[in-house]
């Protein structure tokens, strides 16, 4: 069942190609945080809608994440990794065209949430696909560049933003997807995968919930990721709405706030892929990165009244570095399982994350009943990071794990 002991290297096309899937991605995943008040203004709803409205939105489009996580992953090790990431495109590339047509809230919601289930398929089907075919040597270095090039995604969304009407934005982002299709054509599938014997079972994904300890594992490693979107879907999403109850003196524009952050944390996954390499530990890199986080959580909710826009800016750069542990996360998501369920913990561990964002909004908002607007986002944040640090004591180490292997 093993693959080439040589294998592609770090520049080869699977990676490539799995780098410019995740940047489609992203670019799609996060426009709407960059398009959100200039979106939902244009389709007529007041200010108080806007943050409403936006946040039912989001939280349809994390769900269909959430499904489509599922879906995809248990697709991935059944029909295989390839067809995944052409399936999930398509999807995604259509719901996005679509969403540049939409003409009222509860249309753009049905959007997300179809986009959302597309989405969901490319991130962990490409780093199984990426782990599978690279020698574990440098198989953390590899994705680790496919996090940091798929994250510049964010940077051109805003970029886009900045230039076209904001359904235009919509536009690109499906044509880009359809584009990669033509990219995909040259990419094969995981040696590992295609030497599996037929009566293997493949992506079952309740095999997660019958085993005590597969299930200890898989919710360890879903728990590990939350501190990125905590600060990612709630932090830099509504800094706008923390700068002005912080005293900020200008307006924060989350969607420049969310450029300065993925900037950041495309660096923050190459260095923290390099680290890893360096220590020769994913658990190390993690607690380096999770205290990086809890000095930024310091710094964004200690900023005192009169800062400036471009203070919060800063912050949200630091924030978006301490966040840059995802490729680390995903990876070890992908190494903690069989090859026959591999597709499905990589696929869906990431997207339970995304998913488990409108739980950290439910908590966030609940707070607010006893505290204020950023008393209630740090006391989010000290729980969630808390329960991130739990968990990395409770996975495995997995840097250097042969790949090789099934779940029985």
Not at 143 to 169: D, E, K, M, N, P
Not at 278 to 283: E, M
Request: charged residues 15%; neutral net charge.
């Amino acid at each position: 069942m093993s693959s080439n002991p040589k294998g592609p290297g770090i520049l080869s096309l699977p990676v490539i190609a799995a780098a410019l899937g995740y940047f489609v991605d992203i670019y799609d995943l996060l426009l709407f945080n960059i398009l959100r008040i200039k979106s939902l203004g244009d389709l007529g709803l007041s200010t108080e809608e806007i943050d409403t409205k936006g946040e039912w939105i989001l939280g349809l489009q994390m769900a269909g994440l959430l499904t489509g996580g599922i879906i995809w992953g248990i697709l991935g090790d059944k029909k295989g990794r390839l067809r995944v990431l052409f399936g999930s495109i398509v999807i995604y590339s259509v719901a996005n065209v679509a969403t540049g047509f939409v003409q009222n809230a509860e249309q753009y919601a049905l959007a997300r949430f179809i986009a959302g289930i597309g989405l969901a398929g490319e991130l962990g089907a490409g780093i199984t696909l990426v782990s599978e075919l690279l020698r574990k040597e440098i198989r953390g270095i590899a994705t680790s560049f496919v996090a940091a090039l798929g994250i510049l995604g964010a940077v051109v969304a805003f970029y886009i933003s900045q230039h076209y009407h904001w359904r235009t934005c919509y536009f690109i982002g499906g044509g880009l997807g359809l584009a990669l299709l033509l990219l995909r054509i040259g990419v094969f599938e995981s040696g590992m995968y295609n030497a599996m014997h037929a009566n293997v079972s493949k992506g079952n994904f309740f095999k997660f919930f019958t085993d005590t300890h597969r299930f200890k594992k898989y919710l360890h490693s879903i728990l590990l990721g939350l501190p990125t979107w905590y600060i990612v879907g709630i932090l830099i999403a509504f800094s706008n709405k923390f700068g002005k109850d912080m005293g900020i003196t200008a307006d924060v524009d989350p969607g420049r706030a969310t450029m300065y952050a993925y900037i950041a944390l495309s660096v923050g996954d190459i260095l923290a892929g390099l680290i890893s390499q360096l220590l020769r530990s994913r658990k190390k890199t993690l607690y380096i990165y999770y205290a990086l986080s809890a000095v930024m959580l310091a710094a964004y909710f200690l900023q005192s009244p009169g800062e400036s826009a471009q203070t919060m800016y800063l912050i949200c750069w630091g924030l978006g570095f301490s966040a840059g542990f995802w490729a680390i996360f995903v990876t070890m998501g992908a190494e903690q399982f069989g090859t026959n369920l591999r597709a499905t913990a990589a696929t869906t561990i990431p997207n339970m994350v995304r998913g488990a964002l409108p739980l950290m909004l439910l908590l966030f908002n609940a707070l607010q009943h006893w505290f204020s607007f950023v008393q209630s986002g740090w006391i989010t944040g000290i729980i969630v990071l808390a329960i991130s640090v739990y968990s990395a004591s409770q996975v495995e180490e997995t840097f250097g794990k042969d790949l090789d292997y099934l779940e029985e």
